[in-house]
């Protein structure tokens, strides 16, 4: 069972700076991709970053490329994304989570955990 546990949320200006982290217990796996998602309210879940551990290969949605960056550190099975250049929104609870990629995008396989919240204010 992977436990998923997020941080380094909160609230931040317009044009601000966040660096979230993702750490991974239990049984992981080592040839996926681990990667992050954002919920706003009253939106679906949508997909963010992923990075793979296999090569370290990175994928990243439209709307953040050129802001987010994704890295991990596989040895300790945590990942993290700095957020800069913040708008408003990208306002969301964030969560983390892990598997194959498909078509440039994560396919999440485990229970998700209780995510981290970004405010970003106007």
């Known amino acids: 069972q992977v436990q998923l546990v997020e941080s380094g949320g909160g609230l931040v200006q317009a044009g601000g700076s966040l660096r979230l982290s993702c750490a991974a217990s239990g049984r992981t796996f080592g040839s996926f991709a681990m990667g992050w998602f954002r919920q706003a309210p009253g939106k679906e879940r949508e997909f963010v970053a992923a990075?793979?551990?296999?090569?370290?290969?990175?994928n990243y949605a439209a709307s953040v490329k050129g802001r987010f960056t994704i890295s991990g550190d596989n040895a300790r099975n945590t990942v993290y994304l700095q957020m800069n250049s913040l708008k408003p929104e990208d306002t969301a609870v964030y969560h983390c989570?892990?598997?194959?990629?498909?078509?440039?995008?994560?396919?999440?396989?485990?229970?998700w955990g209780q995510g981290t919240q970004v405010t970003v204010s106007s």
């Open positions: 989570n892990t598997g194959p990629m498909r078509s440039g995008v994560l396919l999440p396989l485990v229970r």
């Open positions: 990075i793979s551990w296999s090569g370290g290969s990175t």
